[in-house]
T-cell receptor, first 113, second 114 residues
Framework: EPEVTQTPSHQVTQMGQEVILRCVPISNHLYFYWYRQILGQKVEFLVSFYNNEISEKSEIFDDQFSVERPDGSNFTLKIRSTKLEDSAMYFC???????????FGPGTRLTVT | KQEVTQIPAALSVPEGENLVLNCSFTDSAIYNLQWFRQDPGKGLTSLLLIQSSQREQTSGRLNASLDKSSGRSTLYIAASQPGDSATYLCAVRQRETSGSRLTFGEGTQLTVNP
């Protein structure tokens, strides 16, 4: 069964460093998402992406964040200058137009020290 | 702003028991509601999706209901098993958001004891 994959599974970085989190959505999906979950808190929406542009973003998704679909398979989230409070599990999700369910990847645990 | 709440926060039951998890949302103008399962340190597995026009959906031992007007959904698990132990999340999609963002509840942590 097709699934969303994410790399790396765990990333440790120092405050102020740039990180890129990578996702490979399900191949025929057209809508892509990033969510995050700070330990012990709710899963929060960050951004949605369709047709090579951001379709919606939350108040969390400020200028430090950017997304890109550099080729036909990858979808990336970049954090330009990480802060301690960016430590969280980051989930990528995707869906098609034909179905309504969002399918989630296993997540990348980001630890900022 | 949509708020999603799940009760109880944690639930422990003996194996074989039937149980109900609750989800409530403040804005009834939803497009759909999705139930997920999350195992510790893992991603989210979609269990059931109910469209706003539907009253319930079933998959195996799981049955999800939706009462949009009262802002409530329930997830019924029949004949619970230890393998059902996980955190169960509900999430709603608002009709008016073009990006189809999901708003999540905080989850119910379920433990099924052998």
């Amino acid at each position: 069964e097709p699934e969303v994959t994410q790399t790396p599974s765990h990333q440790v970085t120092q405050m102020g460093q740039e990180v890129i989190l990578r996702c490979v959505p399900i191949s025929n999906h057209l809508y892509f998402y990033w969510y995050r979950q700070i330990l012990g808190q709710k899963v929060e929406f960050l951004v949605s992406f369709y047709n090579n542009e951001i379709s919606e973003k939350s108040e969390i998704f400020d200028d430090q964040f950017s997304v890109e679909r550099p080729d036909g398979s990858n979808f990336t989230l970049k954090i330009r200058s990480t802060k301690l409070e960016d430590s969280a599990m980051y989930f990528c999700a995707s869906k098609t137009t034909a179905i309504y369910e969002q399918y989630f990847g296993p997540g990348t645990r980001l630890t900022v020290t | 702003k949509q708020e999603v709440t799940q009760i109880p926060a944690a639930l422990s039951v003996p194996e074989g028991e039937n149980l109900v998890l609750n989800c409530s949302f403040t804005d009834s103008a939803i497009y759909n509601l999705q139930w997920f399962r999350q195992d510790p340190g893992k991603g989210l597995t979609s269990l059931l999706l109910i469209q706003s026009s539907q009253r319930e959906q079933t998959s195996g031992r799981l049955n999800a209901s939706l009462d949009k007007s009262s802002g409530r959904s329930t997830l019924y698990i029949a004949a619970s098993q230890p393998g059902d132990s996980a955190t169960y999340l509900c999430a709603v999609r608002q009709r008016e958001t073009s990006g189809s963002r999901l708003t999540f509840g905080e989850g119910t942590q379920l433990t099924v004891n052998p």
